[in-house]
């Protein structure tokens, strides 16, 4: 089913034919009067040029007046080969329909309301006819048999007009259209855009990009280095302020070999205000017990580190590089993933 964008404003033109795929834009001139637009000419060209094929009104009120119109537009500069002349089902416009037709021009017969009109348009020639659902259904009409028998007809007789499903409201419309296996559907851009919108969709891209940063982010992204080391003479002040100005709850304390004596955590301090240890701030690591802290390589990825958070039940892990400590991981700076 050929996709058709309904609209004469620039900005949903160049966005919808940016996509790519667009077969083409319909225009009518209450879109041209709605938007202010009194250089008519002038629109229609600049819209021919950024369109893989552009239908616009040929009107008038008898078959010459019409064709008389549809050449005045070529002579301005449209590409026969890219355009579609719209005229307005009647006598008259499918008897100009048929002469320019047989010219090798392209005609939409608009304005469909019945399979009656329908078969004179089918039997005109026309390139496209285009019953109007959304009006339709406005007068309580049934519009979607008047497509699908359209559609039926096209079949059943060998025409080879196509039949544009227009006057689209809604996303149901265009799910209608497919179903009923309309040729062709234009539809504004408001409507367009919303066709690939579906919450499902959008849970499932989330948890996509969620396990690819999983998968692909490492220890060496996630660990803090600086201010984060401390030698075993220094005292509960110096990690205080330590973890101050890393804004990590946690500093690693070395021994005279640079190896690990222990890790150092808020939590540590909590233990010791708890305890009601004397002179607490200038108590120096050669005080205290050492520990071993949980660790890992720098090469492990996002999901491990989780999973080690929630199975340690730590808020601080140790990142080594061939067992030289570089930094910590803070369990404050991965919660968005938990």
Request: aromatic share 6%; hydrophobic share 40%.
């Given at each position: ?9 620039f ?70 080969e890219t ?9 008259e ?13 392209k ?19 026309a390139?496209y ?27 059943r007789?060998?025409?080879k ?11 149901e ?25 579906n ?16 998968s692909?982010?490492?220890?060496s ?11 075993i ?16 709850g ?12 222990r ?5 540590d ?9 004397n ?15 949980i ?44």
């Amino acid at each position: 089913m050929e996709l058709f964008l309904d609209s004469v404003k620039f900005d949903e033109v160049q966005k919808a034919n940016d996509l790519g795929f667009l077969a083409g834009l319909t225009t009518t001139p209450t879109f041209m009067k709605r938007e202010g637009i009194t250089d008519v000419d002038s629109v229609i060209m600049q819209l021919s040029k950024i369109t893989n094929m552009l239908m616009v009104e040929s009107l008038g009120t008898s078959a010459v007046e019409i064709i008389k119109e549809a050449e005045r537009l070529l002579s301005l500069g449209l590409n026969k080969e890219t355009t579609v002349f719209k005229i307005p089902i009647t006598l008259e416009g499918a008897k100009a329909c048929k002469i320019l037709t047989d010219k090798g021009l392209k005609v939409n017969l608009h304005l469909i309301y019945t399979i009656q009109q329908a078969y004179i348009a089918f039997c005109a020639g026309a390139t496209y006819i285009c019953p109007l659902v959304g009006r339709l259904q406005d007068q309580g009409q049934d519009a979607l048999s008047l497509v699908e028998q359209c559609v039926k007809a096209t079949e059943r007789y060998n025409y080879k007009t196509k039949v544009m499903f227009s006057s689209v409201r809604s996303i149901e419309h265009v799910r209608n259209a497919l179903n009923i296996g309309a040729h062709a559907c234009t539809m504004p851009w408001n409507i367009l855009k919303q066709l690939c919108e579906n919450h499902f969709t959008e849970l499932g891209i989330r948890q996509f990009i969620e396990h690819t940063e999983m998968s692909n982010t490492k220890a060496s992204d996630l660990v803090k280095s600086e201010n984060i080391f401390l030698d075993i003479n220094s005292t509960v002040l110096d990690a205080l302020i330590q973890m101050t100005k890393s804004q990590t709850g946690a500093c690693i304390v070395l021994n005279d070999n640079k190896e690990i004596y222990r890790i150092f955590t808020d939590g540590d301090l909590r233990r010791l205000i708890k305890n009601n240890q004397n002179n607490l701030a200038s108590k120096k690591f050669t005080d205290l017990e050492p520990n071993l802290p949980i660790s890992v390589g720098v090469r492990a990825s996002l999901d491990e580190i989780i999973n080690l958070f929630k199975s340690k039940e730590v808020d601080n892990i140790v990142v080594h590089d061939n067992n030289v400590p570089v930094g910590i991981i803070d369990i404050q700076d991965i919660l968005k993933w938990f």
